[in-house]
């Protein structure tokens, strides 16, 4: 008689995982993450041993720095993977209108999400799991303590379990991945850093009375050595590093917080999740300016004003240019009320922040600003560009476009207005931080009205050449690729990796060459979107060209040349892009 081996009744999660395992998509990416990450690794480990290379004992007891180093990496693809990994197993279901079949099923509410939740939850532990050699060779090296190593090991899963439950949370609550996918980075930096916000722009002192309170009370003093929360207690990276040191049991209390915060986003998804399991197919952000439309004509209905409309949604060009009317009259981030709703959204609570920030003469605070908003608005014209094409598609109205008798570089160049559009309203707020911060700058002394200049020229550039960059390359993506999920995601990807994996690549090739900065191999910076604007913030662009002129002259000239590459991609060959047959003659 044979034995049977115990069925754990786990169905859901089996099909997830052979369903991903039957996808050629799942060892592209596993590839790639595991190339980057060995490629850091090796470059990381040879900056360690190349100052050492004449003795090869001295480099016993430094395996820490490449400890950390992968350590630090591994959160990165955390952030990066497991979003895009989470936020569509329940939108997904959604979308194909299955939902209702798993809830027909003997799979109750919570069983459902844990196991889509294991099945995204397994695939990042794979991706953590190949760093186990990269950890050995650092341990082997001498350094690290077992407390140390299984500080690294704790706050990555915990990490990992946190992002994966915010992402789970978002997809059982709104419709569509693409709204999830924004609305789980949204999310984690306000559950991530908001505790750092409200204490150092508002004032508001919460760890603090935490702290106070169990100093008063003598709770975990004595267990943990000392351990009190702070306010970046939910963001992995800081409480690694702040954890470095401590003893095994304060480093697992130390990663609490996450823990807890992944725990209460998996309560939010079960409350949610059948609540908005069928949802009619609105659009939330249309019934948000909505709202705002009535808000806004009641608030408009009084002596004063009596009703004024100071912008119309006219159509003079709907014989000419029918598709540019359409794109900037009937779409949401097209409609010219839609994008001031937007504008006031955005620029009013902004004016304010950096309006205090300047009272108390903070340019580094101005600075975060900044850098969020201009994340912030490469997302929206990441999702906007990939969605003008790939949007169509998906709403099965790309043929009835093409009937239009126009063009097909005419219809791309049409389809653009509205990307136009948003581009400006999305440029106002970042123009309003650079002028306060260059405002700031005339009260300091030794800051001579030349770097003044620079930095407003060096800023206004960034603008009018890396907002449009972005829209025109998703612009491209999205004609390329026909999914519309997939070509957000892309865009989003394309976008992160041009900014991030260049910077990082070369950071690690200088420390392994000893490149000082400064040197002529470190033009080759400028691959990175990402280098000139910090370097920009804090007056440090010679460390791209001794002369700053020509680094800000250098960097734009290429940018703009990419510009009007992209620009020229969307255009030729646009016929075989969007399925005519003049894209084949």
Request: proline residues 4%; glycine residues 8%; charged residues 15%.
């Amino acid at each position: 008689m044979r034995l049977a081996w115990p069925q754990l009744g786990l169905p859901l999660l089996a099909k997830e995982l052979s369903e991903q395992a039957a996808r050629r998509r799942t060892y592209v990416v596993r590839v790639v993450y595991a190339s980057l990450l060995f490629l850091f690794g090796f470059l990381i480990y040879q900056s360690l041993i190349g100052s050492r290379s004449a003795n090869p004992f001295a480099v016993l007891g430094h395996g820490r720095n490449l400890f950390d180093q992968i350590v630090m990496m591994q959160f990165v693809g955390i952030y990066l993977f497991m979003p895009a990994m989470t936020c569509g197993v329940v939108t997904g279901e959604k979308e194909r209108n299955s939902i209702g079949l798993l809830f027909l099923t003997r799979l109750g509410p919570w069983t459902i999400l844990l196991e889509k939740y294991l099945s995204r939850v397994i695939p990042m532990l794979s991706f953590l799991l190949l760093s186990l050699p990269l950890l050995v060779i650092a341990y082997s090296l001498g350094g690290i303590t077992q407390g140390y190593l299984w500080v690294g090991i704790w706050t990555l899963f915990v990490t990992m379990l946190q992002v994966g439950a915010i992402a789970l949370f978002c997809s059982a609550y709104f419709r569509r991945t693409v709204s999830s996918f924004i609305a789980t980075y949204l999310i984690g930096i306000m559950v991530m850093f908001g505790l750092v916000f409200l204490e150092e722009a508002c004032g508001i002192r919460i760890t603090r009375w935490v702290r106070e309170a169990m100093q008063f009370y003598g709770w975990m003093g004595v267990t943990t050595g000392g351990f009190y929360p702070d306010s970046a207690c939910f963001f992995g990276p800081v409480v690694f590093s702040g954890s470095q040191g401590a003893s095994a049991v304060r480093a697992t209390i130390s990663g609490y917080p996450i823990l807890f915060s992944a725990l209460f986003f998996i309560l939010l998804a079960r409350r949610y999740v059948v609540r908005r399991a069928f949802l009619p197919p609105t659009h939330a952000v249309l019934a948000i300016f909505r709202w705002l439309d009535r808000f806004f004509s009641r608030l408009n209905q009084n002596r004063l004003t009596r009703g004024i409309v100071l912008i119309k949604d006219a159509d003079p060009a709907l014989m000419t240019e029918p598709v540019a009317w359409r794109e900037t009259t009937k779409t949401t981030l097209g409609s010219a009320r839609y994008l001031a709703r937007l504008f006031l959204i955005i620029e009013f609570p902004v004016a304010v922040l950096v309006i205090l920030l300047a009272t108390v003469d903070s340019r580094g605070g101005i600075s975060v600003v900044l850098f969020f908003l201009g994340i912030l608005s490469a997302l929206i014209m990441s999702v906007k560009g990939a969605s003008l094409i790939s949007g169509e598609r998906s709403n099965e109205t790309l043929d009835v476009l093409l009937t239009a008798g126009l063009s097909s570089a005419e219809i791309i160049k049409q389809k653009a207005a509205g990307l136009r559009k948003l581009g400006w309203v999305l440029a106002v707020p970042l123009l309003t931080c650079i002028v306060f911060r260059a405002w700031i700058g005339m009260s300091h002394e030794g800051y001579r009205m030349d770097n003044r200049m620079l930095y407003l020229v060096c800023s206004l550039l960034s603008v009018a050449v890396y907002l449009p960059l972005v829209g025109w390359l998703s612009f491209w993506i999205g004609l390329r690729v026909r999914n519309h999920t997939r070509a957000i995601f892309a865009s989003v990807a394309a976008v992160a990796g041009w900014c991030i994996v260049p910077l990082v690549v070369l950071v690690l090739i200088f420390e392994y060459v000893n490149i000082d900065p400064g040197s002529p191999l470190s033009v080759l910076l400028i691959l990175s979107p990402a280098t000139v604007i910090p370097l920009n913030e804090f007056d440090s662009l010679n460390k791209i060209i001794d002369s700053e002129r020509l680094s800000v002259v250098f960097n734009f000239l290429l940018y703009g040349w990419w510009l009007f590459a992209f620009r020229l991609l969307c255009t030729h060959n646009s016929g075989r892009d969007l399925g005519r047959l003049e894209g084949y003659e």
